[in-house]
């Protein structure tokens, strides 16, 4: 059954996916995510995203995103330790 949000437009609507991680994954992914102020579900859909993309090609754009968001989360955990 999926489920939609009433935030997106029709033709966007997201789907749900429920997962199943170990529990060291998931401290991981809560501690990263907290770090760089963002929520656990909207850090793992851009893990899920850079890997489609690594598989796909991406166009630059999307790299350069993907470059932000890993810039931000080195420089998060570099002003944490």
């Known amino acids: 059954m ?3 949000s009433h935030r997106h437009p029709p033709a ?3 789907a749900w996916l429920t997962l199943r991680v ?3 994954a998931l401290k ?6 907290a770090a760089n102020g963002l929520p656990v579900s909207t850090l793992a859909r851009g893990f899920i995203a ?6 796909h090609g ?3 754009r999307a790299a350069l995103e993907r470059l932000e968001r ?7 955990q570099a002003l944490a330790g």
Do not use: F, I, M, N
């Not at 850079?50 to 598989?55: K, M, N, Q, R, T």
């Not at 890993?70 to 998060?76: F, N, S, Y």
């Open 22 to 24: 170990p529990p060291e």
């Open 50 to 55: 850079d890997g489609l993309a690594s598989h």
């Open 12 to 14: 966007r609507q997201p």
């Open 2 to 4: 999926l489920l939609y």
């Open 70 to 76: 890993d810039l931000a989360a080195v420089k998060a």
């Open 28 to 33: 991981a992914l809560r501690a990263l995510a």
């Open 58 to 60: 991406d166009d630059l």
